[in-house]
């Protein structure tokens, strides 16, 4: 297994249009997370799966931004009419089950509106 | 919501020398990581420790859980060390998710 893996890893986007990205996760965790890193910051929780049940959602998740898992493998997260505000790295991350267990993270995608 | 600050914000070394870097939770937590992030964005996992001391070749690190406190340490530091690191920890309020600090930027000089 490679870890997790997101695609892709730049996009640069007009303002307005709609960008989809994807992560794997290590294939046998059933948890993932989504998470937003702006510069000089750390980065900030937006959502949460376990399987396909999306079970928590941060207030930084706006009407704009919304994020799948429908098989319980790869997820998806969209952001419909960008703004130049949503220029951000886009963090995904994978745990397995377990009361408390270590998270680990893709690469990341680092989203630029123009 | 919980509290997480490192300290220092900065912090420039010249190769070779060692560094201490703090990380404060303001409640209680379940689970605490310590993170390289290297130039490319990519979060390296150093240490998953929610309590006691961990050593991995000239890093290591203490939480001391009921104190609310972690310390990372670089020994000998390198250039490659050079990155921000980022403390963060998993709070019983929450379904798991990481509450992160805003990182200490560590600069390694020749």
């Known amino acids: 297994d490679t870890g997790v893996s997101q695609d892709p890893r730049h996009k640069i986007t007009k303002r307005g249009q709609n960008v989809t990205f994807r992560c794997d996760p290590i294939?046998?965790?059933?948890?993932l997370y989504w998470y937003r890193q702006t510069l000089g910051q750390g980065p900030e929780f937006l959502t949460y799966?376990?399987?396909?049940?999306?079970?928590?959602k941060s207030r930084l998740l706006s009407d704009r931004f919304s994020a799948e898992r429908p098989k319980g493998s790869f997820s998806t997260l969209e952001i419909q009419r960008t703004e130049q505000g949503d220029s951000a790295m886009y963090l995904c991350?994978?745990?397995?089950?377990?009361?408390?267990?270590?998270?680990?993270f893709g690469q990341g995608t680092r989203l630029t509106v123009v | 919501g919980i509290q997480v600050e490192q300290s220092p914000p900065d912090l420039i070394l010249q190769e070779g020398a060692n560094s201490t870097l703090r990380c404060n939770f303001s409640?209680?937590?379940?689970?605490l990581q310590w993170f390289h992030q290297n130039p490319w964005g990519q979060l390296i996992n150093l240490f998953y420790?929610?309590?006691g001391t961990k050593q991995n070749g000239r890093l290591s690190a203490t939480t001391v859980a009921t104190e609310r406190y972690s310390l990372l340490y670089i020994s000998s530091s390198q250039t490659t060390d050079s990155g921000v690191y980022f403390c963060?920890?998993?709070?019983?309020?929450?379904?798991?998710?990481?509450?992160f600090g805003k990182g200490t930027k560590l600069s390694v000089k020749p």
């Open positions: 991350a994978s745990s397995p089950q377990g009361a408390v267990t270590e998270a680990f």
């Open positions: 294939s046998e965790h059933n948890r």
């Open positions: 799966f376990q399987n396909e049940a999306q079970l928590e």
């Open positions: 409640d209680s937590v379940n689970n």
């Open positions: 420790i929610p309590s």
């Open positions: 963060a920890v998993n709070w019983r309020g929450s379904q798991g998710n990481l509450i």
